[in-house]
């Protein structure tokens, strides 16, 4: 078995999907942001008065996921035809879900991936002037759908 | 206390650093991707003769450093001086370095978290064939010197 | 009645348009830039002549409407058929006119729109050392046909 | 006289700066998005409650002012040290206003300008299903310091 | 006869492609970086051990023919289906060689044309500091086919 | 000797130039197109009159000097302080020569490279409909000069 972003010489490529079928597809990622408590608190907090960070991540992710092409070399650009990023506080963390279609070639995961991604980078960002010990976590595909290889579901 | 992105009308905006002193900065940020055992042999496998996933994602982490301000919504836009992203297979998963330099009037952690997840995304995209349980996991900022808040060391 | 872009929590999101049909698509905008009877007579002049400020701003527009899913948040990216820009003296003004076309699963005013703007912001560019006053203005559709909701005509 | 962004032989460059002073700069523009009075009650509405349309454009105003050097042909890359932008219902109409610094060799006017010009177009863009007689009016200058040419103030 | 890039009035324009054909297209590019002997030996050296110049240029040439679109002003935007590039030492020189395919109403002679170039441009950027007398060369179409002007091939 | 693009593991990174000098630095590139003697003539004719191709290929060539950093994968983003390219006739081919100045910590060479190659794919572009055996060539360093390599002349 080997790698298909490889060729026959070891060399990277963007595989040739030009004889797949154009079909609906969809994927579904999720991630989390962990936090200080307090941190997790003023987010919250924030959110019901002023200064809603959530409402910034969630715009930073549906905009990276129509970058995906530009940011992972192997990517084939795509047309996206939904994008949603739900944030919510659960679990004492924040966390993060991306669904992502297309009718196309091609899955749609990395965009789902990377739409979660950058909204968690975003998170971080606004607020690592009071919390520098944030992680990012657990970032993975938990649905994907359309496509020869099936229904693929990991929650 | 508040999140520095917002204005007090809650408002978000980009902060203004047009006082603060210019001065040498450096972040470095780790990260990894978890996957099945024989995943990561793969890995290390295709590295040894051909088809090398650690250096593709090698260089969309540098070269996404660069982007960083296009895609995290408040960030300034600033001259990198310097990027390494280290890739290694330790401890069952794929662990990912990146260190970022600047001489600037903002820090560059985001640049650094940022080639670590993008990093961390490529490496996904090229062994999502095989293994589709992968997680991105740990992305953490673990230094983070020069400007006035001083130095910054998580581990 | 509500507003498409926002889900019923009030979240942000692309709209999903995978079940619309895929049809042709036009869309026309207008809008202009005002300035001083000297200013204009100096874009004239150099249209004749040499500096042509209008072929500038047309190339401008049509570069702006293929970046247009990556400027708007919410727009869904789009391979777009054609893509004219006009610009001409009228009415004491610069006037510009934008025409896109696609064949697909949404509308392309935004990258008419988004033509002229740009158009007339690269005018206020090449001209701003003259003359500080002028006033991009009257940015508007004017017509667009394709799809479920038909032809929409303004003027 | 003549246009700055033209050699003698009428060929558009980019204007060489580099004997111009390091200095601190600010540029402030405005403009409007008219529309039906219901359209802007809309506004005003789901801002109180749900779907918060002058946060997103906001955001893509900010966004865009980074990117301004990508769309307009002849203006310098920049490293913006601030961007607001701020968004309010006066007048009967949506008035958006846009404050942009540097220190550097050229202005921000055209960040400014682009700054205003993207927040009117997703305005636009979020509104369009309810109002198509929506109008992008008024773009302009009001302030401009630091520099050769001194202070320049509009309104 | 005349260039279908500009309407009759001279003014350039994205040509309406929106009447075609949707037809399997592919477009091969070749093109070459000529060097000292000795500059040459050294990218076979770190071939063979470390420092893998080609691997680089192709994932940077892969990379820019997705970009072709936001370089080439009056480029369709395209759904690419396969990107390969090849980068070998013949001849006394590093040869570059691209192929692109798509489904779609234009063909993608320029996004092969563009991949080479920046492939080409990548060799260049990273063995500079040892040979500045490089240069790129030979740039051409060896092979197009699919849509109404049926095959072309040169070599 | 070994390029300065990898570290000594083989691993590209980008090089750090933090402790560089900011100095003013200046590159001048050359490029050409070759192409049949009728379609050159068509060039000069459209010139005259109406289609610009060299106008159109100036702008692109100045818009990609200012893309270089997200092409070329290793290369450092820089404040560009003028951009000039200039296309002319002579010797039965285009002829293209790109400058570029900044003041940094890092050379140019690569922007007025790729400037002069952007320039070159834009003319085939506007002209592949009559002519697709023109051939991209002959593109070089001609000077540069700043930094502590001191000046380089070709030509």
Redesign the interface.
């Known amino acids: 078995?080997?790698?298909?972003?490889?060729?026959d010489?070891?060399?990277?490529?963007?595989?040739?999907?030009?004889a797949k079928e154009v079909t609906?597809r969809v994927a579904v990622a999720r991630?989390a942001v962990t936090m200080a408590p307090e941190t997790l608190a003023?987010i919250v907090d924030?959110r019901a008065?002023?200064?809603?960070?959530l409402?910034?991540a969630?715009?930073?992710g549906?905009?990276?996921s129509?970058?995906t092409?530009?940011?992972?070399?192997?990517?084939?650009?795509?047309?996206?035809?939904?994008?949603?990023?739900?944030l919510s506080v659960a679990q004492g963390r924040v966390e993060i879900e991306a669904t992502v279609?297309?009718?196309?070639?091609t899955g749609v995961?990395?965009e789902a991936?990377?739409a979660v991604?950058?909204a968690?980078?975003?998170v971080?960002?606004?607020?690592?002037?009071?919390d520098?010990?944030?992680?990012?976590?657990?970032?993975?595909?938990v649905l994907?759908d359309g496509g020869k290889s099936g229904r693929?579901e990991?929650e």
Chains 1, 2, 3, 4, 5, 6 share one sequence.
């Open positions: 078995m080997s790698f298909t972003h490889f060729d010489k070891g060399a990277a490529h963007m595989v040739d999907v030009s609906a991630g003023m924030g008065k002023k200064g809603d960070v409402a910034v969630r715009l930073a549906i905009m990276a129509k970058k092409h530009d940011l992972i070399p192997l990517c084939h650009p795509l047309a996206l035809s939904k994008v949603a990023v739900e279609k297309t009718t196309g070639q995961e990395m991936l990377t991604s950058v968690a980078l975003t971080y960002d606004m607020v690592k002037a009071v520098k010990g944030m992680q990012i976590t657990d970032i993975r595909l994907k693929y990991a």
